[in-house]
């Protein structure tokens, strides 16, 4: 008990287990989407091209006497991870390549860059490590509060628009038949998704950002049908690995982003072993379980079809 309260009492983990709940809490909010768009290597390419963001963040604060000269390694990849996801939405949306290859050269284009400016900034590749596969003991009080606002943002808009944006990633064709502005909606998502890439950076680094994102969905998926469950067990699964990995890290010394996709994915691996016996004992499931109305509209329906069986 004594140990428990050590790490919580300790400012870096505070502000650690912050940055970690609220990664948490938003990942798989974004994910969620990315997942109904078929979209769930976006992260990765986002993550990619965030990369080239950091070490021009790099150069330019080295380049103006700034310390550390990584302060301007954030910003850099918001920046980056905004203008690629909406670069590449613009691709899709044109059909001009497929979306597979759009995300191959972000995926390759983004490492190289980064690897290349991070050399002309007078670093090494070996300075990328912290980014790439996170780094939660170098957050400081500033990268927290960053957190907070781009977290509230995330969960602002990807919870007020859940209904237009799950219209959207669901059926787009639909959307469009409905009046929706399908166009502002995929760049919402887009853009939510790169912030979400630069958020989780810090906390389990740019090349597992998209699992944090995709498995606790994967997750959900198993264990419920509604598009809104789906969302809050996949929430509360990013929020559980989270703040489990990272307080594991605090006794054993092992890279945090590392151990909290390895717990998510052995999460995943648990419920899907179990998923066959739990589904033999589930009752059949509502077919439509987003419309609220349709189970009383198939009881009304069926007590209707029995009335006319009986009608001679």
């Known amino acids: 008990m004594s140990g428990l309260w050590e790490m919580v009492t300790d400012p870096f983990m505070q502000r650690a287990l912050v940055a970690a709940l609220l990664v948490g809490l938003s990942a798989p909010v974004v994910g969620t ?8 290597l976006l992260g990765d390419g986002i993550g990619h091209v965030a990369l080239t963001g950091v070490a021009l963040g790099w150069l330019v604060g080295a380049a103006m006497g700034l310390v550390p000269d990584d302060v301007l390694a954030i910003p850099g990849a918001v920046v980056a991870a905004v203008a690629g996801s909406v670069l590449i939405e613009v691709v899709r949306r044109r059909g001009r390549t497929s979306g ?3 995300l191959a050269i972000l995926f390759y284009g983004g490492i190289a ?7 002309l900034a007078g670093g090494s590749s070996g300075s ?6 996170g780094s939660i003991s170098s957050v400081t009080l500033s990268d927290v509060w960053v957190t907070v606002v781009l977290c509230g943002l995330i969960l602002l808009v990807g919870l007020g628009l859940r209904a237009a944006l799950f219209s959207v990633s669901h059926d787009e064709e639909f959307a469009i038949s409905s009046g929706l502005p399908v166009w502002f909606l995929n760049m919402a998502v887009a853009v939510l998704a790169a912030l979400t890439v630069t958020v989780a950076m810090r906390v389990v680094g740019l090349l597992l950002v998209s699992a ?16 809104r469950r789906t969302m809050l067990v996949a929430s ?5 690995v989270c703040v489990t990995g990272l307080s594991i890290t605090y006794w054993h010394n092992v890279s945090p982003g ?28 509502d077919p439509h379980p987003d419309i609220p109305d349709d189970v009383a509209v198939s009881a009304t329906a069926g007590r209707g079809a029995a009335q006319e069986e009986c009608t001679p």
Request: net charge positive; glycine share 6%; charged share 10%.
């Open 128 to 133: 990328l490590m912290a980014y790439l596969f």
């Open 212 to 227: 944090l994102m995709i498995v606790p969905v994967a997750i959900g998926q198993l264990v419920t049908r509604s598009f």
């Open 33 to 40: 989407y990315l997942v109904q768009k078929r979209l769930a």
């Open 100 to 102: 597979d290859l759009a």
């Open 113 to 119: 860059g980064g690897v290349l400016l991070i050399g």
């Open 258 to 285: 590392a151990l909290i996709v390895v717990l998510a994915i052995a999460v995943y691996a648990v419920v899907a072993a179990l998923h066959p016996l739990l589904a033999r004992r589930r009752p059949p499931a």
């Open 236 to 240: 509360i699964v990013g929020v559980t």
